[in-house]
């Protein structure tokens, strides 16, 4: 599936830099408490474990398996309509954090929970990146 003519977002504040650890390297990285080590998503400014506000960016494999999905019959996007019908997949990865990211190369047929899948980056600009789901 090409990024082409789809819509880039611009994030700002945690988003910015969880899309910037990404964009800067090429590889999918998530939030990671340095007080305790758990490594969580959305991006927050205090670790829901321990409550520590010291955290990095760390670099995380992307293998995870299928939490959750939909799929999408309609769009208002244009960029989007040429995909039809597209499938939106949360993914647990074995690091523990979920990601939610488009399906690439997976029907919508073939997506089941469980199903074991890779979540890959994909720079578009400085400051943001999709994230593709593809099978592992």
Do not use: N
Request: net charge negative.
């Amino acid at each position: 599936m090409s990024t082409e003519g789809k819509q880039i977002p611009h994030p700002t504040e945690l988003d910015l830099e969880f899309f910037e650890s990404i964009t800067s390297t090429g590889a999918l990285h998530v939030q990671q408490c340095d007080g305790c080590g758990d490594h969580h998503h959305p991006p927050r400014l205090f670790c829901p474990a321990c409550f520590s506000g010291d955290y990095s960016f760390a670099e995380v494999g992307g293998l995870g398996t299928v939490y959750g999905y939909t799929v999408s019959h309609y769009t208002t996007e244009r960029g989007w309509k040429d995909a039809l019908p597209y499938v939106t997949i949360v993914v647990e990865l074995a690091e523990g954090p979920r990601l939610v990211g488009s399906a690439r190369g997976i029907a919508p047929e073939e997506v089941v929970l469980g199903l074991p899948v890779r979540v890959v980056p994909e720079k578009v600009a400085d400051d943001f990146a999709y994230l593709w789901v593809e099978k592992a």
